[in-house]
Structure formats: structure tokens, C-alpha cells
């Protein structure tokens, strides 16, 4: 079975910086990655998502702020958080469309990000 591993989430003040980090338990294809979050009494929403070949796409509210990236040598993807803002706060998600037997899409047990004002 392959699972999703995230780290790097926490308390930061606003306008600070945090990196999360996303890897599978097993080596897999991957396709495209993704970062979701959910914010309480909210959908999950799509943060920032990447394709093999690096390209990137991002929700307008954190152009400019957020960068993902990947290491496909090591099947990790992450997410450079800068300029944090209280809104930001949200329990984030890391997504992978990976291939184990078939095409499945792997989801990681989620990180909290917590911004202060």
C-alpha cells in the first residue's frame, strides 16, 4: 500500500515563512502533485499543483506568495509558503496521480498550518 508523507507544517506569525514537504512511502510514477487545503467549516481547495515536466498552477489568492516544486529523483514535492497571512491557516493536503498496478490518485494524512495575526 502506498501512502503520502507529509512534514513541515506549524505555527508561524503572520508575514513568516514555512516549507512543507510531501514524499510517497513506495517508489511509484508520478504524474502530477498537488497541495490542497481545507480551513474549518470550508472545502478543500486546491492550492498549487505541479506535472512531471514542472509545470506549475496556482489559486490567485496565493500567487506571488506560495512556489511548489519536486524532485522527481526522489518523488518529493514542496511547498515554499512565504508572506503567511491569518487566512492561510488551513489543515494542508499533498496529492499524487501515481501508478502502482494502475493509475490511482494517493492522498497524505495532512499537515496544520496555523497562522497568527
Known amino acids: 500500500q502506498v501512502q503520502l508523507v507529509e512534514s513541515g507544517g506549524g505555527l508561524v506569525q503572520a508575514g513568516g515563512s514555512l516549507r512543507l514537504s510531501c514524499a510517497p512511502t513506495?517508489?511509484?510514477?508520478?504524474?502530477?502533485m498537488a497541495w490542497y487545503r481545507q480551513a474549518p467549516g470550508k472545502q478543500r481547495e486546491l492550492v498549487a499543483s505541479i506535472t512531471s515536466g514542472g509545470s506549475t498552477n496556482y489559486t490567485d489568492s496565493v500567487k506571488g506568495r506560495f512556489t511548489v516544486s519536486r524532485d522527481n529523483a526522489k518523488n518529493t514535492m514542496f511547498l515554499q509558503m512565504d508572506a503567511l497571512k491569518p487566512e492561510d491557516t488551513a489543515v494542508y493536503y499533498c496529492?499524487?496521480?501515481?501508478?502502482?498496478?494502475?493509475?490511482?490518485?494517493?492522498w497524505g494524512q495532512g499537515t496544520q498550518v496555523t497562522v497568527s495575526s
Open positions: 513506495k517508489k511509484i510514477s508520478i504524474n502530477t
Open positions: 496529492m499524487a496521480r501515481g501508478w502502482y498496478g494502475s493509475w490511482e490518485d494517493y
